[in-house]
């Protein structure tokens, strides 16, 4: 409803953003994070937890905009969405940052044995023969998918002294950090390969039991795209043949997993979905809603 100047309408957090959001999507309307009120909503502010079903969207009866902070739309039935008239859109450009940092982190972590050390200290074991380190300078990443992530991710192994070579379908996605191969050739050349495509029915299981073999023995892998794109039961053998080295992982296939084998598997470092969870990020996304609301608004008028 449009009043003069003032556009009043509900909008309903769902999951969690900045702090600093609700204070600042005032000058919108009424800001709530009641989840009861979702029948009420005009718009709809969800990251990964929500899941837009077409069960949620018919509750929604009075939803105009649903927008997802982050990149994945896979949480959202954007199809039935738009039969409903809704619009739904995401923040794909705030977290490329904060998800490259976190695929590095996972990447130095693990040749560098931060974890095994730590806990031995923590237990207080004194395990410097066992922590042989390796480095990342001079060896080759492999990147499966070289989007947005993918690039920030390439330029800060450049930084390091890396080789990056990547796989994407699209023909010369980011050729000017990244030396495009096959999808054979990143698996058999790489030291390091990191995921960074969306969940779709091309990705969904693509590190397989097949693929693995055909990946250097000891190869390190890192997966902040998405839960799906791996099996996990093939990753784990691998992790206890010692074909795979080590595996750093954020993604699941659900949040939290309900049981992984991953959990119990040798040499992994794992973190909670947590890959956009930076503050920065988190106000980078907040800085794009209000954008975003307020070209919904003007075009209401
Ligand atoms: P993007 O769209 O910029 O890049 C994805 C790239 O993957 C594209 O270049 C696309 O052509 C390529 N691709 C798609 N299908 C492919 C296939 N079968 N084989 C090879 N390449 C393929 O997206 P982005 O911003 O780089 O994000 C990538 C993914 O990261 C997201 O879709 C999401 O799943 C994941 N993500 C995770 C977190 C987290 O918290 N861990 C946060 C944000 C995004």
């Not at 099996?231 to 053998?237: A, L, M, N, P, S």
Request: aromatic fraction near 6%; proline fraction near 4%; hydrophobic fraction near 40%.
């Amino acid at each position: 409803m449009y009043f003069g100047k003032v556009f009043f309408m509900l909008i309903l957090i769902c999951d969690a953003f900045d702090k600093s959001l609700p204070n600042r999507l005032k000058e919108f309307g009424e800001v709530t994070d009641d989840i009861a009120r979702l029948p009420e909503a005009e718009i709809a502010l969800v990251r990964s937890k929500t899941k837009c079903t077409k069960e949620w969207i018919d509750k929604a009866t009075n939803l105009k905009m649903i927008i997802r902070g982050g990149v994945g739309m896979d949480n959202v039935d954007i199809e039935y969405a738009k039969e409903k008239n809704i619009i739904a859109v995401n923040t794909p450009e705030a977290s490329s940052i904060a998800v490259a940092e976190l695929a590095f982190a996972l990447m130095i972590a693990m040749p560098n044995q931060i974890i095994k050390g730590h806990e031995g200290m923590i237990q207080g074991k004194w395990l410097k023969k066992e922590c042989k380190r390796t480095e990342l300078y001079q060896k080759t990443l492999g990147l499966i998918g070289s989007g947005r992530i993918g690039r920030e991710l390439a330029i800060r192994a450049k930084a390091f002294g890396m080789k990056v070579i990547a796989y994407d379908i699209i023909a010369g996605a980011n050729a000017d950090v990244v030396e495009q191969k096959t999808f054979d050739e990143v698996l058999s050349q790489s030291d390091y390969i990191s995921l960074h495509v969306p969940k779709t029915p091309s990705t969904i299981g693509m590190i397989c039991k097949e693929n693995i073999a055909k990946m250097k023995d000891g190869v390190y892998l890192i997966n902040t795209a998405r839960g799906a794109c791996v099996v996990e039961e093939d990753i784990v053998e691998a992790l206890k043949s010692g074909k795979i080295a080590g595996y750093g992982n954020d993604v699941w296939a659900s949040d939290p997993p309900e049981s992984t084998p991953l959990t119990s598997a040798p040499n992994v470092v794992l973190t909670p979905h947590i890959g956009a969870s930076s503050d920065e990020n988190l106000l980078r996304i907040g800085d794009i809603i209000v954008e975003k609301i307020k070209t919904f608004v003007a075009e209401k008028k």
